[in-house]
Antibody
Framework: EVQLVEAGGGVVQPGGSLRLSCAAS????????MNWVRQAPGKGLEWVGN????????HYMDSVKGRFTISRDNAKNLLYLQMNSLKVEDTAVYYC??????WGQGTLVAVSS | DIQMTQSPSTLSASVGDRVTITCRTS??????LAWYQQKPGQAPKFLIY???SLETGVPSRFSGSGTGTEFTLTISSLQPDDFATYYC?????????FGQGTKLEIK
């Protein structure tokens, strides 16, 4: 059974940093592109970015370019989202997803002073 | 960036009704369009890919169609479990934007 479990969310001050992780199981992690998608409270879905199977290629939405970095450790079946220079508008539930079909339950990031 | 426009934003309907949600894109996307269903407090559920292909396990009352820049999600006979928010997403060109969502409410 495919499972994706996010961790690392919490409350952080504006300008701070946070690293999210996503533990994958039930499939060959190194064979799939992986995505991060977020959802601000009461708002719609927003694609954050993704990473190629071997980590050699990443893509991001414009508003996080230069601040967020997606990486992966295929030996540990882990996906990461390093978030720096956080802004209030980054407050959201962050989901990891395998392609389109499989999603974690999300982890909440709250950026507040 | 490709702009995604869903309509309507809210739709009120009754059990048994046939409903259609529209997603328009600002440029052609080679039919690389997906539809998702999301209920409060839950992760999105993948319904349809490549505009019209039903994901395994999704009830056949759901269907997708369209080409070019206009796409639709149709639910042929609404069931109580279908009241939720629906999103389209294009995955042809980065960034892979979502539509703003359509909330399907019970009339």
């Amino acid at each position: 059974e495919v499972q994706l479990v996010e961790a690392g969310g919490g409350v952080v001050q504006p300008g701070g940093s946070l690293r999210l992780s996503c533990a994958a199981s039930g499939f060959t992690f190194s064979s799939y592109w992986m995505n991060w998608v977020r959802q601000a409270p009461g708002k719609g879905l927003e694609w954050v970015g993704n990473i190629k199977q071997d980590g050699s290629e990443t893509h991001y939405m414009d508003s996080v370019k230069g601040r967020f970095t997606i990486s992966r450790d295929n030996a540990k079946n882990l996906l990461y989202l390093q978030m720096n220079s956080l802004k209030v508008e980054d407050t959201a539930v962050y989901y990891c997803a395998r392609g389109s079909a499989y999603w974690g339950q999300g982890t909440l990031v709250a950026v507040s002073s | 960036d490709i702009q995604m426009t869903q309509s309507p934003s809210t739709l009120s309907a009754s059990v048994g009704d046939r409903v259609t949600i529209t997603c328009r894109t600002s440029q052609t996307i080679n039919n690389y369009l997906a539809w998702y269903q999301q209920k409060p407090g839950q992760a999105p559920k993948f319904l349809i890919y490549r505009a019209s292909s039903l994901e395994t396990g999704v009830p056949s009352r759901f269907s997708g169609s369209g080409t070019g820049t206009e796409f639709t999600l149709t639910i042929s006979s609404l069931q109580p479990d279908d009241f939720a928010t629906y999103y389209c997403q294009q995955y042809d060109t980065y960034p892979y934007n979502f539509g703003q969502g359509t909330k399907l409410e019970i009339k």
